[in-house]
């Protein structure tokens, strides 16, 4: 089966602009979680969101939001862009329920802000 | 609030050598503990989990409760083994998984 998809690949914006990340799951999976991997403070959870609702949210500033679709397709988007918004934002899918829940990883999107 | 530290950045070991990557939590209940692999230019990708006592290409991890600590380790390493190697907790029955700064493994042939 299909694995996640995340588009785009690469971005640059410049500060002050904002951006809207999409990330496709696996098939049936309900849950996905985004994340942002930069080198200095490695991979960092932004937050998750099953059957549309935001499940679990981590320590980022309220420029960061997502929101998922009733097809499970979740967005991100952020706004105001700062330099320091430079990074791999990952996205990871799952069934979503009780343990044993692998999450898959997409391949990212490298957003570069000048 | 969790945490989880990998105290190496970088391991080089000659081909054949056991590898041993650290692996250090703190989280105040009972975690879930993973480890996670990136091999170049391919996506994260779980490697194993503590509940399954697994063993994955060779490589195992113990959760030691005791001495917090969820070390991979493996008995010879390879060239394919060569990879950025991740400790994730995760906390609760959601996916809110926090993650090392991750050790990359770099085996000498």
């Known amino acids: 089966k299909a694995g996640v998809t995340q588009t785009p690949r690469y971005l640059i914006k410049t500060r002050g602009q904002q951006v809207t990340l999409s990330c496709s799951p696996i098939s049936g999976h309900r849950s996905v979680s985004w994340y942002q991997q930069t080198p200095g403070q490695g991979l960092q959870f932004l937050f998750e969101?099953?059957?549309?609702?935001?499940?679990n949210k981590g320590n980022f500033p309220g420029r960061f939001s997502g929101r998922q679709f009733s097809n499970s397709r979740s967005e991100m988007n952020v706004s105001t862009l700062e330099l320091g918004d430079s990074a791999l934002y990952l996205c990871a899918s799952s069934f979503g329920g009780g343990e044993n829940n692998e999450q898959f990883f997409g391949p990212g999107t490298r957003l570069t802000v000048l | 609030a969790q945490r989880v530290t990998q105290p190496e950045k970088l391991l080089s070991v000659f081909k054949g050598a056991p590898v041993e990557l650290k692996c250090n939590y703190s989280y105040s209940g009972s975690p879930e503990l993973f480890w996670y692999v990136q091999y170049s230019r391919q996506r994260l990708q779980l490697l194993l989990r503590h509940i399954s006592r697994e063993s994955i290409k060779g490589f195992t991890a113990d959760l030691n409760k005791g001495e917090t600590s969820f070390h991979l380790k493996k008995p010879f390493a390879q060239e394919e083994d060569s990879a950025m190697y991740y400790c994730?907790?995760?906390?609760?029955?959601?996916?809110?998984?926090?993650f090392g700064t991750g050790t990359k493994l770099q085996v000498i042939p």
């Open positions: 969101y099953f059957s549309e609702t935001q499940r």
């Open positions: 994730a907790l995760k906390a609760g029955g959601y996916q809110k998984v926090t």
